[in-house]
Each structure stands twice: as structure tokens, then as C-alpha cells.
Nanobody, 114 residues
């Protein structure tokens, strides 16, 4: 059974930073792509950033230059440091692992507000 557990969300002022982490159980992590989506109230879930098993990355245009996705295969963890946060980044952030099935974490709330 694959389980994903996110951490690192919270309340931050505009311009601040947070680092999200997603720990993945099981031994399959290193061979599959992983990443982060987010969903704000009233909006569809949108891709924030993804990282392949080989380390190639892709980002939503809205976060390029501010967010940096990375992975540590030894720790079965994917990270999302977020800098220069804006109120429009407020959302629930979900990590995923893309195998033959897409597995999701439970989500972590990020609120950017003064």
C-alpha cells in the first residue's frame, strides 16, 4: 500500500516562504514521477510542479522562479520550497506519485495573507 504524507503548510505573509515535504511509503518511489497540485476554493485542481524519476522538472507558469521542486530518493521524499509567496498561492496543496495509478496525499493548507 502506497501512502503519501504531506507536511509544511501553514499561514505566511505575502513575500514569505514555506517548504512543503511529502514522504512516500514503500520502495517504489525512486522509479516514478512525483509532484504537487493545488486547489483553491471554487477552482479546479491545477499542477504546480512535477519531477521525473530522472530529475527533470516542470512548473506552472505562475510559480516559475519562485518554487523549486526536488526529490531525495534515499528518503522517499519530494520537496517544494516556495518563496515570494502571493495571496493567490493560497490553496490546499496535494502531492502525488504517478505509477500505473496516481496516488495522492491528504493535502496541506497553505494560506498567504497579511
Amino acid at each position: 500500500q502506497v501512502q503519501l504524507v504531506e507536511s509544511g503548510g501553514g499561514l505566511v505573509q505575502p513575500g514569505g516562504s514555506l517548504r512543503l515535504s511529502c514522504a512516500v511509503s514503500g520502495s517504489i518511489f525512486s522509479i516514478y514521477a512525483a509532484g504537487w497540485y493545488r486547489q483553491a476554493p471554487g477552482n479546479e485542481r491545477e499542477l504546480v510542479a512535477g519531477i521525473s524519476s530522472g530529475g527533470s522538472t516542470n512548473y506552472a507558469d505562475s510559480v516559475k522562479g519562485r518554487f523549486t521542486i526536488s526529490r531525495d530518493n534515499a528518503k522517499n521524499t519530494v520537496y517544494l520550497p516556495m518563496n515570494s509567496l502571493k495571496p493567490e498561492d493560497t490553496a490546499v496543496y496535494y502531492c502525488y506519485l504517478h505509477t500505473l495509478t496516481r496516488y495522492w496525499g491528504q493535502g496541506t493548507q497553505v494560506t498567504v495573507s497579511s
